[in-house]
């Protein structure tokens, strides 16, 4: 039998040590020293509790979650999940602790539950850490570990890295990456290659003595800790001093040799230090403290993996957890899975394929020196044999293996705020499953059950659970089709506790919270923003205090910029409401009303503006211009001569500023309320000799330019471009002007013309550019002849007849072939 003191025992500061069984049939407790999600170190502690038999077990975790242990041992229970501690009064105020199936502290609740052994959580409770939190920060970042300053081998890391999660403070404090020091001794540059090679990749050596990697271990912390002293942040003294005084009362109750504990490496020469029951009551005493609760939610890989924002410390939850499940064999199971996911994606890998890249990867570990062939070793065979030199699919191998995007789950009997179980029960109804792949998801809410769908999602973002994301950049030919993308994260778990303050089920919350936000809001485009989220989310109950909300509001607003900005809003309002079946009379009254103020208070308010101004109020005039075309009949009917009336008011106005005149014209000439001959003289007088440049190439940038609008700028400056294409006149009256404006004001002008002109299709410009080579420039275009509008003049005969041989076959006339019968196949066509 052989037995170690705790590291830091020989020194004078440590004490007299705990004893560490490091053999069969050594006595004391059993402290095992891990790396948090370290599947070598889940093995290692699997096959110690086996040999040691221990009473009961003791796990780093906060002691809230001791009630729900019971919970691992159901079947609907699979990893990865996490521990979900939050504040009663703030549910935003949360911290997580996850574990995946190769966590070594699953493992070891695992074992307790399977051989009906007492587990226990020893670290400090979540009601503490939670409260100093607060203290630190106001709140806990949502998404990262409560112990996150933990993230390799149960480690402080390197200073600037984790510690947010616990809300650790402590700048003058010693932060070290024992790993890296560890591996540095070693030889190696790189921790995660050390750590391979002397735990996760460990052969059957010893197999004989379960304990000797955890002595190991321990030595070397306690030697670190010598070395660099406590090197973290001084909140771990106070969560070691509770993990003594739990070790301590286990102790009593099950005697030393029924004892072990499982948790970070770097606290076991802590727990193994002898100190005073009253040394550690004393750091413990006065801490803050709040109400808490706790439950399982389920976790994903992606969110264990350490760019994730939670320093796990690991960059590869799926491979790990591959190590973890096979039972032999690793390398080449690892590479039938990567060779399988190729072949999903029409990749042509085959049988020799993934033989060949085995060999490879084994010869590649042998060169390194390393003891069987690991990530690094098996991606470079990958690249090379499967994916021919090619980094592009690596990224999806990454993503979908080496990552991995799986979700856990947690039984229906995990506590859960109601809100979250009416939310749970609405998903599984629609059959809208929450997954960690994202996912796109198309909608046609004509049929009721996508209908429902959307308005969940809509309810949901309603109250910041942002789970989906619509897609507003899909083009669509009508209103009844929608497209969102859709992730579940982990967080939306602590979204939805604390939207739970709304109410108890998902209509009834999102209602009291748009009824609030329409109380609390002052500016008349938020109104507006809300009764068309209402009425997405089809929240009728909301929709009568939105509405006296928007009316007394709008009645008290008399700026045109403001009204302007709020009308597109309702008018999409008023549109969506009929796809969804919504009473929107009283909305379109509202909208009406608005439309008529604008139209008065337009003109006025557009005078003498700035060059910013002017561009603010294009901005608007475009979005009017859209939102009286979508009101329905009865209300947009008898606005568009008005709309129409106002827009020629503006562009022949000359105190209005040339780029909002320009707009107008446009818009009245795409509408046809402008004829081109009429708006070729407007473009004739703002471009006229006595014109300043820069208001005549503000003019242009109205006219041929793009709408303000996000997502039409591109299509709608296209559009701008193929009027010039197609309309010589106008391209040879910008010609004409552009080589008349003298070389001083060019310069003032260029960054104008660019800005408009750089938003056309390259195809687009090019073609403007051979116009203006072969003609206009000099001496002005020829005068058109009579032709279909927007057409050239003239008719290119040889171009017209290359189409003949199609438009006979199409029409069933191949026989009567020859330029002979062209006229009669033209006449016919019409």
């Not at 002691?63 to 703030?90: F, K, N």
């Not at 790993?179 to 197999?207: I, K």
């Not at 101004?613 to 008005?642: F, K, N, Q, S, W």
Request: charged share 25%; net charge negative.
């Amino acid at each position: 039998m052989t037995t170690t003191r705790a590291p830091g025992a020989a020194s004078g500061g440590a004490g007299a040590g705990t004893a560490v069984r490091s053999g069969s049939g050594a006595g004391g407790p059993l402290l095992l020293g891990v790396r948090h999600h370290g599947p070598g170190s889940a093995r290692a502690v699997r096959a110690a509790l086996d040999a040691a038999a221990p009473r009961v077990v003791l796990i780093e975790g906060p002691p809230e979650g001791d009630a729900l242990l019971a919970l691992a041992a159901d079947e609907a229970m699979r990893p990865p999940v996490a521990l979900l501690a939050h504040a009663v009064d703030d549910p935003g105020r949360a911290a997580f602790w996850p574990l995946a199936e190769f966590s070594p502290e699953w493992v070891a609740i695992r074992w307790a539950l399977a051989h009906d052994v007492p587990a226990r959580f020893i670290d400090l409770p979540a009601a503490h850490s939670l409260a100093l939190a607060a203290a630190d920060d106001g709140a806990v970042d949502v998404g990262v570990h409560a112990d996150e300053s933990e993230s390799e081998a149960g480690s402080v890391p390197a200073s600037g890295c984790g510690g947010e999660g616990d809300g650790s403070r402590d700048d003058e404090s010693v932060r070290i990456d024992p790993l890296a020091v560890l591996a540095e001794a070693a030889g190696y540059d790189d921790p995660e290659r050390w750590w391979e090679d002397v735990v996760e990749h460990r052969g059957p050596d010893g197999a004989d003595d379960p304990f000797a990697p955890f002595a190991a271990v321990a030595e070397a912390m306690g030697a670190l800790r010598e070395e660099y002293g406590d090197g973290g942040p001084r909140r771990d003294l106070v969560r070691e001093a509770h993990m003594r005084l739990q070790f301590r009362t286990a102790r009593k109750e099950f005697g030393d040799d029924g004892v072990a504990v499982v948790c970070g490496a770097w606290h076991v020469p802590a727990l193994g230090r002898k100190t005073t029951v009253a040394a550690d009551r004393a750091l413990l005493k006065g801490l803050p403290k709040v109400k808490t609760g706790m439950t399982w939610v389920p976790w994903t890989h992606r969110r264990l993996a350490r760019d994730s924002g939670y320093g796990a410390g690991i960059d590869s939850p799926g491979w790990y957890g591959h190590l973890f499940g096979v039972p032999d064999r690793p390398v080449e199971r690892w590479l039938t899975k990567v060779a399988g996911l190729l072949r999903e994606e029409d990749r042509t890998v085959s049988s020799a394929h993934v033989i060949e890249a085995v060999r490879l990867a084994g010869t590649l570990a042998a060169m390194r020196g390393r003891p069987l062939a690991g990530l690094t070793e098996t991606t470079d065979a990958v690249r090379a044999v499967m994916c021919e030199g090619s980094d592009v699919p690596l990224g999806l191998i990454h993503d979908r293996l080496i990552v991995g995007e799986v979700l856990g789950e947690v039984p229906d009997t995990a506590p859960a705020v109601p809100l979250q179980r009416d939310l749970t029960a609405l998903q599984r109804t629609l059959r809208l499953k929450p997954e960690a792949l994202e996912r796109e998801l198309d909608l046609d809410l004509r049929k009721e059950l996508d209908a429902e769908r959307g308005r969940l999602l809509h309810r949901l973002r309603l109250l910041g659970i942002d789970w989906g994301e619509p897609l507003v950049a899909r083009p669509s030919t009508g209103t009844f089709r929608e497209s969102w993308r859709l992730r579940w994260e982990p967080e939306l778990y602590v979204r939805v506790a604390e939207a739970g303050v709304w109410g108890t089920t998902v209509l009834s919350a999102a209602t009291a919270k748009a009824e609030s936000r329409a109380l609390a809001a002052t500016a008349l485009a938020e109104i507006t923003a809300l009764a068309e989220r209402c009425l997405l989310a089809a929240l009728p109950d909301a929709l009568p205090v939105v509405m006296r909300a928007l009316a007394d509001r709008a009645a008290l607003d008399a700026d045109v910029g403001r009204l302007a900005q709020a009308l597109p809003a309702l008018a999409r309002s008023l549109r969506y409401g009929d796809v969804r079946s919504t009473d929107t009379g009283a909305l379109g009254d509202v909208a009406a009303g608005l439309a008529e103020r604008i139209c008065v208070g337009l003109p006025p308010a557009c005078a003498g503006l700035d060059a910013d101004g002017a561009a603010e109020m294009r901005g608007h005039l475009d979005g009017v211009h859209t939102a009286i075309g979508l009101l329905p009949d009865g209300h947009g009917r008898d606005l568009a001569g008005r709309w129409g009336a106002v827009l020629r008011t503006l562009a022949g106005r000359d105190t209005v500023p040339g780029v909002i005149r320009g707009r107008a014209a446009r818009l009245l000439l795409d509408d046809g309320r402008l004829a081109e001959d009429e708006a070729a003289r407007f473009m004739g007088l703002a471009l006229s000799p006595g014109t300043p440049p820069t208001d005549a190439a503000a003019w242009i940038e109205g006219f041929v330019g793009g709408a303000s609008g996000a997502g039409r700028q591109q299509a709608a400056s296209s559009a701008g471009g193929m009027l010039l294409v197609h309309d010589e006149r106008l391209l040879g009256l910008v010609d004409a002007w552009l080589t008349g404006v003298s070389a001083e004001a060019f310069t003032d002008v260029l960054p104008l013309l660019r800005r408009t002109f750089s938003a056309y299709e390259p195809g687009v410009r090019r073609t403007l550019g051979e116009l203006v080579a072969r003609g206009p420039a000099n001496g002005g275009p020829a005068a058109p002849e009579a032709t279909a509008p927007g057409f050239g003049p003239g008719l290119d005969e040889a171009r017209a007849d290359a189409v003949l041989p199609v438009l006979r076959l199409l029409l069933g006339a191949e026989g009567s072939g020859g330029a002979d019968n062209s006229d009669d196949l033209l006449e016919a066509t019409g």
